[in-house]
């Protein structure tokens, strides 16, 4: 039987939840449907709501859940993903924050797309989009679990009602709803869960956990030493490109604000984790035969999987576990809503507009992503009934060197090196196999362990250190053979060595027949436009280029005396272009 009381708190906080998302919804300002407005909230989210939107980046359902698991199955020092994400958000915070806000970027994408092109961003789109749709598909799935252990809701009706909530808000809403039902629903998280500590701790048939019988602890054998490096690098690592966290960055006020968040939500991360770790170690020390659990004891891995709602189920008094249930639900909502945008919000700026539609309105673009959100959380719950198994999916951490490369040395790499080395990793990366989509290993690398049938190997690291190291080979090798001219201009097919279209080299198209443009670039001249008057992708893109602007340095009576000379024909460039003249 359906228990109808857990049915009606669920309904509630459903609806205390779609009441603050419709509510954030109405901050956007309004008549204003630009992307920056909706993607990224008018870059106007303030202190308190970013330090608890970013936090709730990584804390959630997969997050919760996962953690307590990690703790019964395997051990506290074997939990990695607490550390490891701080971690990633300090890194972030270190090499990524500053920078891309400062540059104005709108997505995760926009620097890759800067430096190797559109189609090229637009192939580094699909893993983007297959972690963010794994990810939201993964965490609707265990919400779905977790409402049929505690109240015996049907597991589709579940995910399907979840999901829609989460769509409904998003899409008027867009990162206003998202950032704000994100304060909510972490509130929610902590209380609800520490709500319940208490209870299960105290219950007759769990084990003091100081006892011997009890190992919540774990260890890490010796010969699983690099096996234990390798993931934890592909969490602190594999855990910074991700949309839902940049969204975030570039939502900021300020570069240097940014980084605080980074920061703060670093340390936001590890306090999220103590319950969860706490429950994890409550249910080791549960003797489960003795409980109103009825399944298989040992726990299966079935079981393990769901072992924070069996401890709300069955250790705690019903309406306790219903507090409990509301600190799952927010959690998966928290982190469905925030994938659904981002994944939408990429496939519209960085795959319909600057791959199809370049010259495509704002309301035209802010219109694709509600379509895009749509599909995103059809395509996503759909994942979720079908294919439950998703729900340990992990970005590949070779996907950091791109973004490390084009933020701090884009004159080292081009579309070449990311092609080879975006091919060279996702190889590395399939012939290592991976237990979690049921790909079966092709390459034993050494200290294969035949028994548990796993790499202890580092082949992770080892497909981000030659992806790293094939970015800059390749790219320099391809800008040496080009520029020695030991190829033809004609086969740069990328476009980005010696070929480069003319709209990018010239301001316009020269007054006449073979006239080349020449332009000052010293003196009063260079001090206004920089040492290059070049149309980039930056502005292309939408982007002001900060080389472009006029300097802080240049006096009012050198731009006077500059006009002056542009007005009277004077010395500015060979020829008699009046368009040109008017230009500058």
């Known amino acids: 039987m359906i228990n109808i009381a857990g049915v009606v708190s669920i309904i509630i906080f459903y609806v205390l939840i779609l009441g603050v998302g419709i509510w954030a919804a109405r901050k956007k300002e309004s008549g204003n ?9 008018g870059r106007n989210i303030g202190l308190f709501v970013g330090i608890f939107t970013m936090t709730a980046t990584w804390v959630g359902g997969g997050y919760i859940n996962g953690t307590a698991e990690a703790i019964y199955t395997s051990g506290l020092v074997w939990c990695q993903a607490p550390f490891g994400y701080s971690l990633s958000l300090v890194f972030g915070g270190i090499f990524f924050a500053n920078k891309m806000r400062q540059q104005g970027y709108i997505t995760m994408l926009d620097p890759l797309q800067d430096t190797f092109g559109e189609r090229m961003g637009g192939l580094l789109f699909l893993p983007a989009l297959c972690g963010e749709v794994f990810w939201a598909a993964g965490i609707l799935a265990a919400l779905g679990a977790t ?21 409904f808000y998003t899409l008027f809403g867009g990162l206003y709803s998202v950032a704000y039902t994100d304060v909510i629903q972490l509130f929610c998280i902590f209380i609800g869960l520490w709500m319940c500590i208490p209870f299960a701790w105290m219950n007759k048939h769990v084990t003091s956990l100081s006892s011997m019988d009890v190992d919540w602890i774990g260890e890490v054998k010796k010969e699983e030493y690099f096996y234990y490096l390798d993931y934890g690098l592909l969490l602190i690592f594999g855990g910074i490109p991700w949309q839902v966290y940049f969204q ?3 939502s900021s006020k300020s570069a240097g ?21 706490l429950i994890g170690a409550i249910a080791k020390g549960t003797a489960w035969n003795e409980t109103g659990y009825k399944g298989p004891y040992p726990l ?16 705690t008094p019903d309406f306790v576990s219903f507090f409990g249930l509301g600190a799952v639900s927010a959690a998966v909502m928290s982190s469905a809503d925030s994938s659904v945008l981002s994944a939408s919000s990429m496939f519209a700026r960085n795959v319909y507009k600057l791959i199809f539609r370049q010259k495509a309105s704002e309301m035209e673009i802010i219109w694709v992503m509600r379509v895009s959100i749509l599909i995103v959380g059809v395509l996503a719950t759909v994942m979720a009934l079908t294919i439950p198994s998703i729900y340990g999916l992990w970005s590949m951490c070779s996907d950091l060197v791109y973004l490390l490369m ?9 579309t070449y090196g990311s092609l080879a080395a975006y091919i060279i990793a996702f190889f590395v990366r399939l012939l290592g196999g991976e237990p979690l989509m049921g790909l079966n290993a092709f390459v034993h690398f050494p200290g294969w362990d035949e028994e548990n049938q796993r790499q202890l190997f580092p082949f992770r690291t080892l497909a981000m250190v030659l992806s790293l190291v094939t970015l800059i080979f390749v790219s320099w ?14 086969y740069d097919i990328f476009h980005c060595v010696v070929n480069i279209p003319e709209d990018i ?5 020269p007054a006449e027949e073979g006239e080349q443009m020449s332009m000052m670039a010293s003196g009063a001249m260079g001090k206004l436009y920089g040492a290059a008057t070049l149309v980039g992708k930056d502005e292309r893109n939408g982007r002001i280029n900060p080389a472009l602007e006029p300097d802080d340095d240049v006096l009012p009576s050198e731009i006077e005396k500059l006009r002056g000379s542009v007005s009277s024909g004077g010395g500015i460039r060979s020829g008699t272009n009046p368009d040109v003249q008017t230009t500058l």
């Open 505 to 509: 080299q010239r301001v316009e198209e």
């Open 300 to 315: 299966s891995q079935d079981e393990t999987s769901m072992i924070l709602p069996m401890v709300l189920q069955y250790l």
């Open 248 to 250: 975030r960055v570039l």
């Open 147 to 167: 409402l049929s252990v505690i109240i015996d809701m049907d597991h589709k009706t579940s995910v399907i009602f979840s999901a829609c909530i989460a769509v």
């Open 406 to 414: 084009v933020v701090h040395f884009k004159n080292y790499c081009n």
């Open 33 to 41: 449907d630009s992307e920056e407005e909706v993607m990224l909230a």
């Open 257 to 277: 604000r940014a980084q605080l968040l980074s920061y703060v939500a670093a340390f936001g991360c590890i306090l999220m984790a103590i319950p969860p770790v």
């Open 477 to 490: 090798w391809t800008k040496w053979v080009f520029e020695t001219g030991r190829l033809a201009p004609g």
